[in-house]
């Protein structure tokens, strides 16, 4: 009796290797500067706490404000992104309502719940 070999994986295209090891690369990057962010901070409290003074503190603030910067940006993106595609949203639908003449109290479909008059 002849043992079958495991089915053959298609091959990637090699568009498709590039995007999969660009996207490796990008997620390696981020956890990167992540793990230096937390060290980073893990640093400056644990010298906070040795020294517990006010001189410093403003030291440390003055000297790390600017990492910062790091939860900023990645904060930042989605929230703007999600901000955007509310308004895009109610935009839609205020365009959508005057174009078929619909009255306000009409479902949004949207939001998946009947109006108020709506038969069931």
Same mark, same amino acid.
């Given at each position: 009796?002849? +043992?079958?070999?495991?089915? @053959?994986?298609?091959? /990637?295209? %090699?568009?498709?290797?590039?995007?999969?090891?660009?996207?490796?690369?990008?997620?390696?990057?981020?956890? !990167?500067?992540?793990?230096?962010? =937390?060290?980073?901070? $893990? &640093? *400056? !409290?644990?010298?906070?706490? $040795?020294?517990?003074?006010?001189?410093?503190?403003? !030291?440390?603030? %003055? &000297?790390?404000?600017?990492? /910062?910067?790091?939860? *900023?940006? =990645?904060?930042? =993106?989605?929230? /703007? !992104?999600?901000? @955007?595609?509310?308004?895009?949203?109610?935009?839609? =639908? #205020?365009?959508?309502?005057?174009?078929?003449? /619909?009255?306000?109290?009409?479902?949004?479909? #949207?939001?998946? &719940?009947?109006?108020?008059? +709506? @038969?069931?």
């Amino acid at each position: 009796m002849v +043992a079958k070999s495991p089915p @053959r994986l298609p091959a /990637l295209t %090699a568009s498709e290797a590039e995007a999969k090891r660009e996207q490796e690369e990008m997620s390696a990057a981020w956890a !990167f500067i992540w793990i230096l962010f =937390a060290f980073k901070m $893990a &640093t *400056v !409290f644990l010298i906070y706490w $040795a020294s517990q003074s006010y001189d410093t503190g403003m !030291f440390l603030v %003055a &000297t790390t404000w600017f990492w /910062l910067i790091i939860p *900023v940006i =990645a904060c930042a =993106a989605p929230l /703007l !992104f999600r901000y @955007r595609l509310l308004k895009v949203r109610r935009r839609r =639908a #205020q365009l959508r309502r005057s174009e078929w003449l /619909l009255d306000d109290d009409l479902p949004d479909p #949207q939001a998946g &719940t009947p109006a108020a008059g +709506a @038969r069931r």
